[in-house]
């Protein structure tokens, strides 16, 4: 018997972290400066590209502890432009090593973006924005020396909630108190809380069963449910959402009927919970651990029980046992792993490999271009999304940017519309954190 490294630890199995991918650099402005290159022209390069936040599987890991000390996950940005046209360098991505079994969903949405089952797959949860490009990139034979230069886009960024399944071979379910966390210590070297009341177990317990002949699987002691488990009552989705995880369920029964339990009351509506959660669990092979039958009035809850069963499921297998005793405990194990032989490596999962890029929606130009203009006081506001993403790439330092800026608001034409509701020569336009002066017949300065 050996114990699974995580049996001592605290299971942790949900978090709630930050994810950003790294800003891009900004271009630069610069020019050629060579002793016998005379009006040289631009030569300021671009910047690189922020950092991927990327999550990688690894088996080494067994719970979402690490993340209850640190929630922010931030990759570092790319570097800027430099002269001569160099390009910045590219930030490397920040990996992020999370435990197998782990689901990751979007917070704002709720849209599961990946299940990561194996060891090394990855997946990037945040991109790194794109560098800012340099006044090299803005030469036309117009204007062959643009003193026009962009920021870096900024990175990915989102809330997300891991959730970790127990990537068990076999799951003993059952109401609490049944005597599951005793039959996983007699089993295993696992040393779960157990106490004669309910609700002892309220996070997976989990250890290694050695059969024999080199045959071993893992085993979790799930926490006892109740009634509408399915709809989240009690424990409910903590518990439901590591029985997907199983390849073999192991219901766990108390036989004697102890504290005015009925056996087959207590196997139907634990099914039902489960089928209700996840209708596919309902095939999911099931034995039947008739435990406690040490006790007086055993015997004969079995032969009723069994009778029960037989018109629902008759090839259900049915083993009494006794956690405390160990009778029969020793031929249950034998049978979970010939079963396990027999079925697929996992249960059938769907598997998200890659994150999709952000959805991007192609607007029609008149939506594109469209715009508001509304009046505070004396000031005119204009909103406009296009404008607001070109101000926030555009360095407004310069005067070429100045002019791009004032020539775009032209051509979508906020100028007339400004003319239209009143605007003149010194009136005050704000867009976004920017102020100007509108010049009538000119351009914002």
Not at 10 to 25: H, L
Not at 181 to 208: D, M, Q
Not at 330 to 349: G, K, N, T, V
């Amino acid at each position: 018997m050996r114990k699974l490294e995580w049996g001592e630890c605290m299971f942790v199995d949900k978090a709630k972290i930050y994810v950003k991918g790294g800003d891009g650099g900004d271009g630069i402005v610069s020019f050629r400066r060579e002793k016998y290159v005379p009006e040289g022209g631009p030569a300021g390069g671009d910047g690189g590209r922020g950092g991927d936040v990327i999550f990688r599987v690894d088996e080494g890991l067994r719970t979402l502890m690490d993340f209850r000390y640190q929630r922010h996950f931030k990759a570092q940005r790319g570097v800027k432009g430099r002269n001569k046209s160099q390009h910045g360098a590219n930030a490397e991505s920040m990996v992020v090593r999370i435990p197998p079994g782990t689901v990751i969903i979007d917070d704002d949405t709720q849209e599961v973006l990946a299940d990561m089952t194996h060891h090394g797959q990855q997946i990037v949860v945040a991109r790194g924005g794109r560098g800012g490009r340099g006044n090299t990139r803005f030469a036309t034979p117009n204007n062959t020396a643009p003193e026009l230069a962009e920021h870096g886009e900024e990175g990915q960024e989102r809330w997300i909630v891991l959730e970790l399944k127990v990537m068990a071979d076999v799951g003993l379910v059952g109401f609490p108190s049944v005597g599951k966390s005793t039959l996983l210590s007699v089993v295993s070297a696992a040393n779960p809380k157990i106490g004669a009341y309910h609700f002892t177990t309220i996070t997976p317990n989990l250890g290694v069963v050695d059969v024999s002949e080199g045959r071993s699987f893992v085993m979790a002691d799930l926490p006892g449910l109740i009634e509408g488990a399915h709809e989240g009552v009690g424990l409910g989705h903590e518990f439901l959402r590591h029985v997907e995880r199983t390849r073999i369920i192991i219901h766990v029964v108390d036989m004697s009927g102890s504290e005015g339990r009925d056996p087959f009351d207590d196997w139907m509506k634990i099914n039902d919970e489960i089928k209700l959660y996840n209708a596919d669990l309902e095939s999911r092979p099931q034995i039947v651990a008739a435990n406690k039958m040490d006790m007086p009035g055993a015997e004969e809850n079995l032969e009723k029980f069994r009778e029960q069963v037989k018109d629902i499921r008759p090839d259900l297998e049915i083993l009494p046992i006794s956690s405390l005793t160990r009778q029969g405990v020793q031929e249950l194990l034998y049978r979970a792993a010939d079963m396990l032989d027999e079925i697929p490596e996992a249960p059938a999962i769907e598997e998200v490999t890659e994150l999709s890029e952000r959805k991007v929606y192609k607007l029609d130009k008149a939506e594109d271009n469209s715009f508001t203009i509304r009046r505070e006081n004396e000031m005119y506001v204009v909103e406009s999304p296009k404008i607001e993403r070109m101000m926030k790439r555009m360095q407004l330092n310069t005067h070429d940017a100045i002019l791009k800026l004032a020539r775009t608001m032209r051509h979508m034409g906020v100028d007339e519309e400004l003319r239209n509701r009143g605007a003149k020569d010194g009136t005050i336009v704000r867009i976004g954190d920017f102020e100007f002066e509108f010049v009538e017949g000119s351009s914002y300065y």
